[in-house]
């Protein structure tokens, strides 16, 4: 198989630090508990911004928000303007948010006087921050955690329509001095909107991360191995819908392997489960290490989009053997032999090989 990407010498040259020298991290998911593939490449992107010396601040909930807005009237007027610039994009529950975040980023910005911001760009209401922040004056580098228009059930809540949401965040894209895409797949689409300044920026895990990983695979060099484990958030549109062709293939299947299946909100889908998979739901840390170390293989079935990238990566410093159906076009760009691409569940390994 031809790649595009390989593990081993990825395809990113590291940035000019010169750039970061007094400057914001804004995370999108700051301090987060959860696991899913978003917040994993938050926590690579705010401990990276540490290294350099950034300040990495959440974006506060919208409680706090409207709290620092009423205790800051004085910036109320000079917000407002800022505010004017999103109405083509979005709806009244847009402007609001928006209106309220504006006053936030602006006193940030009159406290720290950043040279440069760093910003995750993700859905929904995150794209109102985003386009705010690349619009405030200050040179902004962006991280899209996936080319959000592309996916399947983006969030519209805050947004005129789907066109709407695609306008503005190439818009935050086209005004940001460097992109930072996490798959060749992403700055291929981006530079078909006629985008420049992008490069890919990988996921790898924190140290933490690698080191936790690191011990699965020491663990799985010792024991026979079990059943194909999917992993993923059922929160998530693009991976439900995803998760639930993939049931119906093993429901269909003549052979029956054992599966496992575990990730938030993944229990709602008990009712589509054939009686060789094996519902989870939400499990802590230390059942998900017994499974990525008990399991054969992990297996995708995944619209195109980066969120399952991370788990595809974590795989590899795992030592986990990956099946991924061929719908999924970011694994034609990784260069690993343990990542096979499948049309079938047939072509699976059977459990005794």
């Known amino acids: 198989m031809r790649c595009g990407y390989s593990f081993a010498t990825p395809l990113f040259s590291w940035p000019n630090f010169s750039l970061f020298m007094s400057s914001i991290h804004i995370s999108a998911f700051h301090k987060s508990v959860d696991s899913h593939g978003g917040s994993k490449r938050s926590l690579q992107l705010q401990s990276r911004a540490r290294e350099r010396g950034s300040l990495v601040v959440g974006i506060p909930i919208a409680h706090d928000l409207l709290k620092y807005f009423i205790q800051h009237p004085r910036y109320w007027i000079q917000s407002l303007f800022n505010v004017v610039r999103i109405s083509p994009y979005v709806n009244l529950k847009g402007l609001a948010i928006g209106y309220i975040y504006s006053v936030w980023l602006r006193g940030l910005l009159h406290k720290e006087r950043p040279n440069h911001l760093h910003i995750e760009v993700c859905s929904g209401k995150y794209l109102v921050y985003s386009y705010l922040a690349a619009t ?63 490069r890919i920026y990988p996921y790898e895990p924190t140290n933490d991360e690698a080191i936790w990983l690191k011990m699965i695979k020491n663990e799985r060099a010792l024991i026979n191995h079990e059943g194909f484990l999917i992993l993923g958030s059922a929160s998530n549109m693009a991976t439900r819908l995803g998760m639930i062709k993939l049931l119906s293939l093993i429901k269909s299947s003549s052979k029956k392997r054992k599966y496992y299946l575990a990730g938030y909100e993944t229990d709602s889908l008990a009712a589509k489960a054939p009686s060789n998979l094996t519902i989870y739901g939400p499990v802590s840390k230390s059942r998900l290490r017994e499974l990525m170390t008990q399991c054969k293989a992990l297996l995708i079935n995944q619209p195109p989009t980066t969120g399952m990238l991370t788990r595809i990566i974590e795989a590899e410093y795992a030592d986990i053997p990956v099946f991924i159906f061929n719908d999924y076009i970011q694994a034609y760009t990784l260069c690993s032999p343990n990542v096979h691409i499948i049309s079938s569940l047939d072509e699976l390994p059977l459990e005794d090989d």
């Open 136 to 198: 405030s004056g200050v040179p902004v580098i962006a991280y899209p955690h996936n080319i959000e228009f592309m996916v399947p059930g983006q969030d519209l809540k805050f947004l005129r329509s789907k066109l709407a949401a695609q306008s503005i965040e190439l818009s935050i894209y086209r005004r940001s001095s460097l992109v930072n895409t996490i798959s060749s797949l992403d700055l291929f689409i981006l530079k078909c909107f006629s985008l420049e300044n992008i």
